[in-house]
């Protein structure tokens, strides 16, 4: 009994029990709180096809495919030595968002160029993969919506778009396989 | 409904929002500065679990429903697909399963706490009924809820009870076509399970709301029975009841983490891990189970009487035995509210309580031999301790004496402890 | 405690400490199972990579003809807390198989470690056809869709010692009991094996058999036994791949509860230490 008092009568020994389970409370909600969260950022499956393979080898000299990364369209096209050196000739003040075709492509493999097919316009899909879609004025992709004209390079010459088409992180794991993400 | 606050705003962003809604204010009375009884014990802690178990269920519900898919191409998937590939997918749909569960294991606590202490009657009729249709909602929830993973169990589950509908005479087959929205249970029943299963805990917090309310008109009730006399009888609910039920809730945590990070599947059934199957019926068709008392008492008329055939006497007997709580408060009319203060009615509330808990275990075993027998010996019980029991022992029973207030019954209980200190020889405590 | 409630404890008491062992439930007439002690088990149960690994051979090499396991990423072989096969193996494993795509030019493609894993028949009448009118079940969640579960009262035993092996236990026996011929008196049909754990025919042949797989290394035995449980323990990863993850979070969950609800009690102590209640 007479421990009892003691022990109520002296703030720092019940304060401390007090300061104590509350802050073990706090770090159990924030614990319990924390998966609540975490379920809305993507999951597993979205996760595991954040990066694909591309396979290049079916890709023939001045054909175009369009992959599928994080549900949006990639073009890929295997350039000719003519757009290459198209692209590589177009002086910097031409260009509506600089950029000189080496920084669009990676070193050794120049004849590959991949970029996101979506118009930085507003967000349609260009059109110029296929060999009897319109191209525009710089031979490179056409977006229909509001008329931006890409070159060669993938680079924003003409039209209401702000900037280049997008080049994506991606890297070759061997000549003919790339890993894109 | 009494004022009892004390909250006196001097900061004047409080006190103008005081003026045009209260809430702070209303939060005080009644959940802070309320007068409670001092002496209820720890049957009364499960009120307050409730209320939390509810938010889980309705947190990780919501949660849930982000991901799930109610068509029956798609359902028994999206369960997977939410156990194998959401983050922390599986503890979260782990928890609402077994959620489930220990709703109704502290629903049933909280009922039987109340059939035991008198609870149900005057003034708290209204407070029992408003209980009476959670428990009910409870049951519609769970069974919709355990259709979504469209599992045999789930599937078939579903089959039996909507086919309880078709018993009603004349207008029956067109209700039963009308719930499932089709001949059989199908996409049509899956998609509108999930619509209402989805609805149905908002409709149970707006009772349970109704519930506390309808609580906060007379107070509490006590382990005497002895109504509240005087400010000496209660303690403001903040911190004293605050924190006890707050400890309550951590320990009840233990077996409800214990079942969701150990025993995930334990409560449920195998079978609801293979994917509905029409043409194929389980062996055993087993509810969940807190369903399955109702489900014996559903079992145990197997026999018709005049024109209400077995099936329909079924379903008359096993929504009765819930309706039938309902009209508890008059059919009890005995002055004596607390079991405490009973002698007579104790024996037979045990009685009842294992006889619970036996159809319990029988509504798990087949309709065959002696398990019908108990059956229909425990649903006679059930019927008599409302029907019989209870309304008799009201005329006859004398009970004990009871206090005169609950002050004087604590002090009355610390003097005997005493008294018995001195009496084993332990040192004076003074 | 009122001497009711004494008498009543005493007979529930003496009741649960009457039964000797567990009563298992033993499907029809079959004979008991013998339960088997997996690693899996209990609060601190973890999977065997190295079982994982032999279990997947088994089940790639000998069930995967018949049974799929369609709700299995070619990627979960290589996450932690299962085979953890190496990523560039499963690549390679993958593009073994065939993923139908109505949208390609030619009907399909080669799996990546993303795809689920391909159903070996296109439909379930296929399936049935070459099966002998039998449905081979998909392999998934298989292992959660059986269960040796004790009757009353010895459910609570379960629950006490947390027993979710029951379907492990369910698939270890059935695939170590099959007969060469059935019991006198027990007819089976002409495409059934009798098996004396279920008490019947079934109608898949028992599919294992000694020296069929041949493990690296190791030192295993090429028994039938071993072949089951190392299969079995693969199943089980295939119905709860988070089983490890899962156990530890719980392990510290229950940790961390057991010290709060101390504290909280604590705290309930102090605060009602000058009410007498």
Redesign the interface.
């Known amino acids: 009994?007479t421990l009892?008092t003691n022990?109520?009568n002296d703030p720092t020994r019940?304060d401390f029990?007090?300061v104590?389970?509350a802050a073990?409370?706090a770090v159990?909600a924030a614990?319990a709180v924390w998966?609540?969260i975490?379920?809305?950022?993507p999951?597993?499956?979205v996760k595991?096809?954040a990066v694909?393979?591309a396979d290049l080898s079916a890709i023939e000299v001045g054909q175009s495919v369009t992959f599928k990364w994080r549900g949006q369209p990639i073009f890929i096209r295997h350039r000719t030595a003519a757009e290459i050196e198209t692209a590589k000739a177009v002086p910097l003040e031409d260009m509506i968002d600089p950029q000189t075709d080496a920084e669009r492509v990676i070193a050794g493999h120049e004849q590959w160029l991949v970029m996101v097919g979506i118009c930085t316009h507003l967000g349609c899909v260009p059109l110029g993969q296929k060999p009897d879609d319109l191209k525009g004025d710089f031979n490179g992709w056409f977006c229909p919506c509001h008329g931006s004209h890409y070159d060669s390079a993938g680079r924003i010459r003409k039209g209401p778009a702000p900037k280049n088409l997008l080049v994506p992180p991606y890297e070759f794991m061997s000549d003919t396989l790339v890993k894109i993400g | 409904m009494s004022s009892h606050s004390n909250y006196n705003p001097t900061n004047p962003v409080e006190k103008w929002f005081d003026e045009r809604l209260p809430l702070i204010r209303f939060s005080k009375e009644h959940l802070m500065d309320f007068p409670t009884p001092k002496n209820i014990n720890y049957w009364w802690t499960m009120g307050a679990v409730l209320a939390i178990v509810l938010v889980v269920q309705i947190v990780t519900g919501i949660i849930l429903a982000m991901h799930y898919v109610p068509n029956i191409e798609m359902a028994f998937d999206s369960v997977e697909h939410i156990r194998r590939n959401v983050n922390y997918g599986r503890i979260i749909q782990g928890t609402h399963a077994v959620g489930a569960s220990m709703f109704f294991f502290a629903v049933y606590i909280h009922m039987f706490r109340g059939l035991y202490y008198g609870s149900y009657k005057a003034p708290r009729e209204i407070l029992w009924i408003l209980g009476v249709i959670i428990f009910l909602l409870m049951m519609a929830t769970s069974f919709l809820g355990y259709t979504l993973p469209w599992g045999q169990m789930s599937y078939w589950g579903a089959t039996v009870i909507t086919n309880v509908f078709s018993a009603i005479p004349l207008v029956g087959t067109p209700i039963l076509e009308f719930l499932r929205g089709g001949f059989v249970v199908d996409n049509p029943t899956l998609n509108r399970f999930f619509s209402l299963h989805y609805l149905l805990p908002f409709i149970i917090a707006a009772v349970v709301a109704l519930h506390i309310w309808a609580l906060h008109v007379p107070g509490n009730g006590n382990p005497t029975g002895v109504e509240v006399k005087s400010n000496a009888d209660t303690i403001p609910f903040h911190p004293y009841y605050t924190m006890k039920d707050l400890f309550v809730i951590v320990v009840f945590f233990i077996p409800f983490a214990w079942f969701v990070f150990f025993a995930p599947d334990i409560l449920g059934h195998a079978d609801n891990y293979i994917r509905a199957n029409p043409f194929v019926t389980p062996a055993h068709i087993v509810p969940e189970w807190y369903l399955l008392p109702f489900y014996a008492m559903l079992r145990a008329v197997d026999f018709d009487v005049l024109f209400i055939n077995a099936k329909l006497g079924g379903v008359i007997v096993m929504f009765g035995s819930i309706l039938i709580l309902m009209v508890l408060p008059w059919l009890d009319k005995s002055k004596t509210r607390s079991g405490n203060y009973r002698p007579m009615f104790k024996p037979f509330f045990w009685l009842f309580v294992l006889n619970f808990l036996m159809l319990m275990y029988l509504g798990a075993q087949v309709a065959e031999g002696i398990y019908v027998i108990l059956s229909k010996v425990g649903t006679a019980y059930y019927f008599g301790y409302f029907l019989i029991v209870l309304p008799i022992l009201a005329r006859i029973e004398t009970p004990k004496p009871l206090p005169n207030s609950i002050s004087e019954s604590i002090l009355d209980k610390h003097e005997a402890k005493a008294a018995k200190k001195i009496q084993i020889g332990g040192e004076g405590n003074e | 405690m009122s001497k009711m409630k004494k008498i009543f404890s005493a007979l529930a008491l003496s009741v649960l400490l009457a039964i000797p062992a567990p009563t298992l439930a033993a499907p029809a007439s079959g004979k008991a199972p013998e339960l088997q002690k997996w690693s899996f088990a209990g609060i601190f149960g973890t999977y065997d990579t190295n079982q994982l690994q032999r279990g997947f051979q088994i089940f790639q090499e000998v069930c995967s003809t018949c049974h799929g396991a369609s709700l299995i990423a070619f990627r979960n072989l290589t996450e932690a807390g299962g085979p953890e096969f190496p990523e560039s193996q499963i690549k390679q494993l993958a593009s073994e198989y065939y993923i139908i795509d109505p949208e390609l030019e030619e009907g399909e493609r080669p799996a990546i470690l993303a795809d689920q894993w391909p159903n070996p028949f296109a439909t379930e009448r296929e399936a049935r056809e070459v099966n002998g009118g039998a449905l081979p079940p998909d392999f998934s969640v298989l292992a959660k869709a059986r269960n040796l579960a004790k009757k009353f009262p010895m459910n609570f035993y379960d629950m006490a010692t947390a027993y979710q092996e029951g379907g492990a236990d369910f698939i270890y026996n059935l695939l170590v009991n099959y007969e060469d011929e059935p019991p006198h008196g027990v007819e089976i049909a002409d495409n059934q094996q009798y098996n004396s754990f279920l008490g019947r025919g079934i109608a898949m042949m028992s599919p294992l058999m000694e020296e069929l797989v041949e493990y690296d290394g190791d030192g295993v035995p090429l028994t039938v036994e071993q072949y089951a449980k190392d299969v079995t323990a693969f199943m089980y990863w295939m119905a709860d791949p988070h089983l490890v993850s899962r156990k530890t979070i719980g392990l510290n969950v229950l940790i961390f509860l057991s010290v709060f609800a101390l504290l909280m009690y604590l705290v309930k102590r102090r605060i009602w230490a000058g009410v007498k209640h």
């Open positions: 009994m009892a022990v109520k019940r029990l007090y104590t389970t073990v409370g159990g614990a998966p609540l975490d379920q809305m950022n999951d597993a499956t595991a096809l694909i393979e």
